[in-house]
């Protein structure tokens, strides 16, 4: 049985009380806070999103990549939505199986795993895993014959902020040979599946990816696998910021679904979503711990001036270890609110954005134009939940910062009844 997420478990929001005063609360309260940065999580934009991939992508089950963002009160919300679940090590297995998750619902992602790690996915009855090499199907044969693989292929990651395909995936000219390995250590091949990358920006990538997945269901069925899973992978935006909308790639992937897995194909489609459901639910609140002015000297000065530009420096209780860890994979915008009222004709300044810890790395942001600010106010950041909190650590006696979830009483009751009509309509 699921291990149902509990009121107790998030604040539920009455009557029109929204995450964002949520945060505000916490921020006025600062015998609560002490003034240490904290994340909000909006578990409601969660289940929105969901909404919006069923809607989007109607023959497409999505399992969620543990990866992206580990924490319990999201994995126990999917479940409840009825997604399933993409693990790619041991210890995203036993999480999401304490969850009471069945191991139906997990697939294995990982190309490359350790042997002890294959070895537990046996015994927890996990079947579907992916491969893109020889050896890998020699370590399956061996500690896990039964298992049903699925090989993974290269995609174009050109137009995504993270690129995984120099690490994974398979060329088309490798693939007959793998499967014909495959036929011949008698290890079950199901489908084929692919990652076009985080964060991807051009649709034409899902596309040119599926098409290839055809040919690849082609070479197999030669060699006698019978396939019938196409995995998706992940890539979809997870804000409104992002360069292109999820419906449009959506479009774009249903129209190559069409034409290459038609449904009278009785090909099951699967995709592995991280960014896209949980990037836009978090929000980070950070305070200024310490400031300094540089002067910098300017060439070119028009003697107002006097060739003397400040810049200021803002130290903040979260940094590159800790929620802005993504910075460092995305080279992302980094686009602070700040979170006083503040005057139209204040002076704007040239103002950089430092992490606690005592490391030079620990750097946020440069040459943002902001307005001068002090010890103690804060700066707020959307779009904090995919692959922030994941891969914080607390380094230098930093610790993560707390989060806060919270939904609201409508969404809560929408997800009771939603439970009941996605429980029998997933069948996968
Ligand atoms: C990271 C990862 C995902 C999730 O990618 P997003 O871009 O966050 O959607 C899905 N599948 C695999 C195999 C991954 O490694």
Request: hydrophobic fraction near 40%; glycine fraction near 8%; charged fraction near 20%.
């Amino acid at each position: 049985m699921a291990r149902h997420i509990k009121e107790s478990e998030f604040t539920m929001l009455e009557d029109g009380y929204t995450p964002r005063d949520l945060m505000e609360d916490l921020i006025n309260d600062i015998s609560k806070t002490d003034r240490d940065a904290f994340l909000v999580a909006d578990l409601g934009e969660i289940v929105k999103k969901h909404l919006r991939f069923l809607k989007a992508l109607p023959r497409v089950k999505p399992f969620y990549a543990v990866k992206c963002n580990s924490s319990i009160a999201v994995i126990q919300i999917l479940d409840e939505l009825g997604t399933g679940f993409d693990c790619a090590s041991k210890t995203e297995i036993a999480l999401v199986q304490a969850m009471g998750v069945k191991p139906e619902h997990i697939i294995y992602a990982n190309p490359c795993k350790q042997i002890s790690h294959i070895k537990f996915a046996a015994t927890c009855g996990i079947q579907i895993m992916t491969f893109d090499n020889e050896v890998e199907l020699l370590k399956v044969s061996q500690s896990h014959p039964n298992a049903k693989m699925i090989l993974r292929i290269v995609a174009d990651d050109s137009k995504s902020s993270i690129q995984l395909s120099v690490k994974y995936g398979a060329t088309l000219n490798t693939c007959g040979h793998l499967l014909e390995t495959a036929k011949n250590l008698k290890v079950e091949v199901i489908g084929v599946s692919f990652h076009v990358g985080s964060g991807c920006n051009d649709p034409r990538a899902y596309a040119q990816s599926i098409a290839d997945a055809r040919l690849v269901f082609e070479m197999a069925s030669e060699f006698g696998h019978k396939m019938r899973l196409l995995d998706i992978g992940g890539g979809f935006p997870g804000s409104e910021d992002s360069k292109i909308r999820f419906e449009q790639i959506a479009d774009v992937i249903n129209t190559a679904l069409d034409l290459y897995f038609p449904e009278s194909s009785a090909v099951d489609i699967i995709a592995e979503p991280g960014r896209y459901y949980v990037e836009s639910a978090f929000s980070l609140a950070v305070n200024i711990i310490a400031k300094k002015e540089v002067q910098i000297e300017t060439s070119g000065s028009d003697g107002e001036g006097n060739g003397i530009n400040k810049q200021i420096f803002y130290y903040l209780n979260d940094g590159i270890y800790g929620s802005f860890s993504c910075i460092f994979f995305e080279h992302g915008d980094v686009k602070p609110i700040v979170h006083k009222k503040l005057s139209p004709d204040q002076p704007i300044y040239s103002s950089s954005l430092w992490g606690p810890t005592c490391d030079g790395l620990d750097r946020i942001a440069e040459h943002l134009r902001l307005p001068e600010l002090y010890v103690g106010d804060w700066l707020l950041f959307n779009n904090m939940g995919a692959y922030t909190v994941a891969t914080s650590c607390s380094f230098n006696g930093f610790l993560p910062p707390p989060i806060h979830f919270a939904m609201s009483r409508q969404t809560w009751e929408d997800v009771q009844l939603l439970q009941k009509g996605i429980l029998q309509s997933e069948d996968l």
